[in-house]
């Protein structure tokens, strides 16, 4: 089975929401390093954090897709740990919504910075 076709997800439902629990909270990690690393001008850790959020982010993606094409798996699974990857969803809603705002800020920042040299010379 070549890296591509290489299944995630344990075929065993509650391995496998406990699985993408993990999966979920290494991407929050990822992207929270990476914000605060952006607000603080620390490029070094940007640079250090950004290959291994990369891989995650591969990762993730790949297994939400095979999670959602087992969905109907999943509503025997015990509804705590059901409601913990919930949670964990909506942290890397938030967590994905802050770092995109702080983005766009410093890029705003960046291109009135640049307008004002303009405008100085």
């Known amino acids: 089975m070549t890296e591509e076709n290489k299944k995630i997800l344990n075929d065993d439902p509650r391995q496998a929401v406990e699985e993408m629990i993990v999966i979920t909270e290494e991407l929050v990690a990822r992207l929270?390093?990476?914000?605060?690393?952006?607000?603080?001008?620390?490029?070094?850790?940007?640079?250090?954090?950004?290959?291994g959020k990369e891989?995650?982010?591969?990762?993730?993606?790949?297994?939400?897709?095979e999670f959602h094409k087992r969905i109907h798996e999943f509503k025997q699974v015990d509804k705590a740990l059901v409601a913990k990857l919930d949670a964990a969803q909506a942290?890397?809603?938030q967590t994905s919504k802050n770092n995109l705002k702080l983005l766009?800020?410093?890029?705003e920042a960046q291109k009135s910075e640049t307008e004002q040299k303009a405008e100085d010379e």
């Open 32 to 51: 929270e390093i990476e914000t605060h690393a952006l607000s603080t001008n620390d490029g070094t850790t940007f640079s250090t954090n950004e290959e």
């Open 55 to 65: 891989h995650v982010a591969a990762i993730y993606e790949k297994a939400a897709g």
């Open 91 to 93: 942290s890397l809603g």
């Open 104 to 107: 766009e800020k410093l890029e």
